[in-house]
């Protein structure tokens, strides 16, 4: 696995939806439908029972942006559509690493990464450890590149999800 | 009010003033079927659920109502697809009613069940699974705003069977919950519509390319009025024809693929053009890098989505076409400038003379396509209207028949289905009965749909059906004559190919076969004064070719009008 340093920004788009059956394979549709090459996609709950929110995350020019964001605003179970500005948003991601762990001295080597990184190791086995760390895409992306030293076993990141920062005065 | 989910389904449908649906029923609508028997909603039965879902769609292009289908589940279901793609595609408003099995069997694979919703929602606006009778009477109402509202298309609404059985204390009039908010924006952006006014006043060379959206909109009246005060000429693409009265001084002709050859000519050399209400599909302008490239470009259309998906524009005005001329018409005269316009249209009339005398028509027989479709438009009524088949004969009632009035040519156009012309003569007919209807036919779309035949003759709708027989699937042999060699792999339909007069005879329709135009002329006569769906099989030469033609992936500047300019 490389990690991919693309030349365009990562765009956030944050959506929120109707919180019912099959709107998600709407979505995830349409971005086929279209050809759209998504980064991540998350779904989750939100304040109001009724809506859910999903984040989109993707590398493209202004004019794929556009239209995926039009497009997402004529499916009739989305509510509303925002981009948002990476300058002004907070963006996280969760990832899950299994990592080889073969003896006393690599553990610490690992631990001492994970630390750096804010992460938790939150299980351990004889020979392997699985680490959660949360932050930025880009913090995921350069912390699974350190893993990559003592061998990656299994992954498992969350995609992004995102929240515009309030004004300040 | 105590009803049973089907009941409540149609006392919905009644609401919505719907007078018509065309269906056939099975095992999993048979208690909306049992309720139907007891309304004043007329019941077409066809033959093919397929030609239902056409004849919703031609009922709908026809009148500007929502046409309604209905079908079983499973086959039923699955055979309205290729009608629902195709009024998706043209944006044809439409309410599909598909029977489901019982909630408790679906996932299960239980007999004659498909995943109808699945299968759809990539063809549809959107889709509804029916849950609980209570909720028919929101969700129709849903469905047909959905249908409607903003650019039009299709809702398909799945009925479980144990729902339709199921009896509930339900309110019939239960407004629309949550897709109040489901709501197009109509008024064009003020500040759009005066920069759109300037630069049409500032316009040397402007040219108004009108699509479907001023159909669906019914903006027509306000085309027209923009178009001759502005003195613009107006171009239309195929789903436009009809938008703009073709034997209008100002019309300059259609665009596209085999569109006129002066009209793509002159629109790429127009230095402004207003598009209302089309999506510049590849078929109409041609190489999407190289259509527009000299002009600026203002793009009306109720879709933002299609604001800058296929050709980018300098002006976008997202509005209904209707509200959007009104406005930009508005704008213009308030700036009451001077306009000199002698010189464009000079030169318009200087290239329509110079190249439409050089179009090359075919043989000499007197019974062809062109003579043919001329006269049918000599003798059909202007408010007549026109369906036709996908293909060569598709194209040749395209060029030849006028349009006058909008919502008398119903084609096809997106999707190109052949065999959607009869089907849709008949939804077409059962709009507006004071018409002649005629489907202008190719045998081989024909004979994809001649079953319904039946359903012309015993539910009296009767239509013209004039065939292009030349016993080939004509558009595809023309390109396997002009791109693959002359190699003609499966396009010849001679040997099996039915007498389409006696076919027409066995299920009880009018028949001729005419052996010149005069013979055409009086078969044509009678078909129009006669109760009963006539079939007119006419004898065309398989070499007749489809001029103007812009060849598929060059820009319309190379549009050729002689085939010996593409076989050198």
């Known amino acids: ?169 | 009010m105590r009803l049973s989910g089907a009941r409540a389904l149609i006392k919905s449908l009644e609401n919505e003033k719907v007078e018509v649906i065309f269906g056939i029923p099975g095992g999993a609508i048979l208690p909306v079927y049992d309720a139907l028997y007891d309304s004043s909603i007329r019941h077409i039965l066809v033959r093919h659920e397929q030609c239902a879902a056409h004849a919703a769609d031609g009922y709908a292009r026809a009148s500007g109502r929502i046409g309604v289908c209905m079908a079983t589940s499973g086959p039923g279901a699955t055979n309205l697809v290729t009608g629902i793609a195709t009024a998706y595609m043209d944006s044809s408003p439409i309410v599909a009613i598909t029977g489901q099995v019982a909630r408790n069997m679906i996932g299960r694979d239980a007999f004659q069940e498909a995943d109808i919703i699945g299968i759809t929602t990539p063809i549809t606006k959107y889709t509804f699974q029916l849950q609980s009778p209570e909720e028919v009477p929101r969700i129709v109402r849903q469905a047909f705003h959905i249908a409607s509202e903003g650019r039009p298309g299709p809702v398909l609404i799945d009925f479980p069977v144990d729902v339709q059985r199921q009896e509930a204390e339900i309110t019939l009039d239960p407004g629309m919950g949550s897709l109040e908010r489901y709501k197009a924006v109509v008024d064009p952006h003020p500040l759009q519509v005066k920069r759109a006014a300037e630069l049409l006043l500032d316009a040397e060379k402007p040219v108004i390319l009108a699509g479907g959206g001023v159909i669906l909109a019914d903006a027509s009246e306000e085309l027209r009025s923009l178009a001759e005060y502005m003195m613009m000429p107006v171009a239309v693409t195929l789903m436009g024809k009809g938008a703009f009265p073709e034997n209008h001084p100002l019309f300059l002709g259609r665009i596209g693929m085999h569109g006129s050859a002066a009209a793509n000519k002159l629109i790429t050399e127009a230095d402004v053009i207003l598009a209302v209400g089309t999506r510049f599909s590849d078929r109409s302008v041609g190489r999407l890098e190289e259509f527009g490239k000299e002009s600026k470009i203002i793009h009306v259309d109720i879709d933002a989505a299609e604001i800058g998906k296929n050709v980018k524009p300098d002006i976008p005005i997202v509005a209904d076409a209707k509200r959007a001329l009104k406005a930009i018409l508005e704008a213009v005269k308030a700036l009451s400038r001077k306009l000199d316009r002698s010189a464009w249209i000079e030169r318009i009339k200087q290239v329509k003379r110079e190249i439409d005398g050089r179009i090359s028509s075919g043989g000499g027989s007197r019974l062809s396509p062109k003579n043919v479709i001329k006269e049918i438009r000599r003798l059909l009524p202007a408010n007549g209207i026109v369906t036709t088949g996908v293909g060569r004969n598709q194209m040749w009632a395209a060029i030849y028949f006028e349009a006058y009035h909008p919502r008398t040519f119903i084609t096809s156009g997106g999707l190109g289905t052949m065999g959607f012309g009869f089907p849709a003569s008949l939804g077409a007919k059962v709009a507006k009965p004071e018409s002649v209807v005629v489907d202008i036919d190719g045998d081989g779309s024909f004979l994809m749909t001649e079953r319904e035949l039946a359903t012309s003759i015993i539910a009296e709708i009767p239509v013209i059906v004039v065939i292009m027989n030349d016993g080939w699937l004509g558009m595809v042999k023309y390109w396997q004559d002009l791109f693959y060699g002359r190699k003609y792999c499966a396009t010849c339909l001679k040997r099996g190919c039915p007498d389409f007069v006696k076919l027409a005879e066995a299920y009880g329709a009018n028949a001729a076969r005419p052996q010149s135009l005069e013979e055409f002329s009086k078969a044509f006569k009678e078909a129009m004064n006669s109760d009963r769906t006539t079939v007119i099989d006419v004898w065309i030469s398989p070499d007749e070719p489809v001029l103007p033609f812009a060849p598929p992936g060059k820009p319309l500047t190379e549009t050729i009008v002689d085939l010996r300019e593409v076989r050198k």
């Open chain 1, 1 to 169: 696995m490389e990690v991919r340093r693309p030349k365009q920004p990562l765009n956030v788009i944050s959506f929120i939806v109707e919180n019912k059956p099959g709107v998600l394979f709407r979505v995830t549709w349409l971005i086929r439908r279209r050809n759209f090459n998504i980064e991540s996609i998350s779904v989750g709950p939100t304040e109001n029972p009724n809506h859910s929110r999903m984040t989109i995350t993707l590398y493209g020019d202004e004019a794929v942006v556009e239209q995926v964001i039009k497009q997402l605003r004529k499916l009739i179970d989305v509510v509303k559509v925002s981009r948002l500005d990476p300058e002004n948003t907070v963006i996280r991601e969760m990832a899950l690493v299994k990592v080889h762990v073969p003896d006393q001295e690599t553990r610490a080597d690992l631990d001492y990464y994970v630390r750096a990184f804010r992460g938790r190791i939150v299980d351990i086995a004889p020979n392997a450890a699985i680490v959660e760390v949360t932050g930025s895409p880009h913090k995921i992306d350069a912390f699974i590149e350190l893993m990559r030293s003592f061998g990656i076993k299994e992954l498992a990141r969350t995609g992004a999800t995102a929240l515009q920062r309030s004004a300040k005065e």
